[in-house]
């Protein structure tokens, strides 16, 4: 047993709203740059729907993650060292920009200084890549609350896997469908094929933590780590010519802070915290030949940080008293081993992910509501689980391979979790048959109530700080920013996207932005230097323009 640590999230799907704060913030953070328009390390994805890109779980086509071979042993979905040779220059099985989409920005100049006229002048949208006139036909962001769901959410594959086992089992007519928000970031894992898969070898798990990064400067921008990747989470810089990837914010958690997507979530929906594991075993696990055994596998991988053998055997490896202290404390541990609440994305991948999900349970809370049942009460939601809007099917084929009875069990502590606690705050007492029926004593139901619903900051982020004695080691970085004019390497302003000074808004924005794609240096123009806004004011004194003329200003 050779025992490492591994930072680890997990996500409650019942409380995200689907705001994209996350999304906007860790775009801010980190892919504010020309070269990552299109890039986005967190997305959310509004479930069924195509995804981001377009269709990345349909591994037939995209040939992504690992399978076994004749002798039962992992190999690469998209072939070995000589068939990536022969593709090294032109693959097939690699998503082009239409199946991200063309980012885009509108010449607001035109409308800004169009001469009088009968005519309204139009902002026609722009390429941010090649600086022409555009049709917009796809975005990060499509699918957005079923957004024409008519004519693509057949073209989920998961949608349509299931529809071709069985017509019945989901139903797309508009008024009977389903939808839940699934936001993303890499996994992470701990068997990555994007690693396996690079040429170069600039891919890297820490050893620290597990964080998987890019060498910038190993990297030689072959794409073969974005076939590799099963979840499609690794981008291509079309500017510096590298491959970049979410890097789990690690400056921030190697001081005891939460990543960007964390911190700023709107639903307190992210939990932070580290797994201990035995990375001996990681090979086995995902070997195991029923892709729906790849859960418990990977739960088998997951050390008890509370036994003795797993905390001599960590000492033994180095790591650290308050490392495994954090362990010990961690939520995602809790929420994933001890509760068993959380699940993986696309585990049959057997790529390890470790970023899990609590699956969503209100959408049947709703539904029995609106019929005008009470919907917390334990009989009538346990019997309604079974007939989910949406539909059980569907979410064992996001998180259990297939494996509905992992998926109605996870529901079924979700929905005792409500009917029990919903009685004790309306002073009844407490029903012990309730936490019973789904395996759980009522001690261990509360203290799940209040780690998925009144946890406080410490309890959903407990993350270990780096030691001193491991700072040189660190210093060797896999971030994108460091490179190309990241932040940091001049001045930062306020809006992010035309970083340093001048700070370029509204008309001004397309034209610096394309005069970034085509120049070594920052976007420069005299007259826009300290401007933050229309009056052209820095913030200092009063504008011109802002309030209008008196006659001390007219003498």
Known sequence: ???????????????CIGCHTCSVTCKQAWTNRAGTEYVWFNNVETRPGQGYPRRY???????GGWELNRNGNLRLKAG???????????????PELGDYYEPWTYDYQTLVEAPLGDDFPVARPKSLITGEDTKITWSANWDDNLGGSSETLGLDPVVEKLRRESEDKVRLELEQTFMFYLPRICEHCLNPSCMASCPSGAIYKRAE?????VDQDRCRGWRQCITGCPYKKIYFNHRSGKAEKCTFCYPRVEVGLPTVCSETCVGRLRYLGLFLYDADAVSAAASVEDPQDL????????????????VAEARRSGIPDDWLDAARRSPVYALAKTYRVALPLHPEYRTMPMVWYVPPLSPVVDLLSSQGHDAEDAGTLFGAIEALRIPVEYLAELFTAGDTDVV???????????????????GREPDASIPASVGMSEEALYEMYRLMAIAKYEDRYVIPTAHVEDAHRLEEMGCSLDFDDGPGMYDSGPFGEASGSP??????????????????????DGSMRGR????NWDGNGRPDGMFPPTAKDAS
Do not use: C
């Not at 779980?57 to 040939?63: G, H, I, K, S, V």
């Not at 070995?80 to 690699?94: E, N």
């Open 532 to 535: 933050v806004n229309l009056l």
């Open 295 to 310: 859960y418990e596998a990977q739960l088998d991988l997951m050390l008890d940080p509370h036994d003795p053998e797993v």
């Open 503 to 524: 700070v370029p808004v509204a008309v001004e924005t397309f034209h610096a932005l394309r005069d970034r794609q085509t120049a070594d240096e920052p976007a420069s």
């Open 57 to 63: 779980e349909d591994q037939e086509r995209w040939r």
């Open 1 to 15: 047993m050779r025992v490492m640590a591994q930072m680890g999230m997990v996500m409650n799907l019942d409380k």
């Open 209 to 213: 933590d597990g964080i998987v990064l």
């Open 80 to 94: 070995g060292r000589v068939k990536k040779l022969f593709g090294i220059f032109a693959s097939p099985v690699q």
């Open 408 to 426: 109605t069990g996870v529901l079924r502590k979700l929905a005792a979790m409500r009917s029990y606690m919903r009685g004790v705050s309306l």
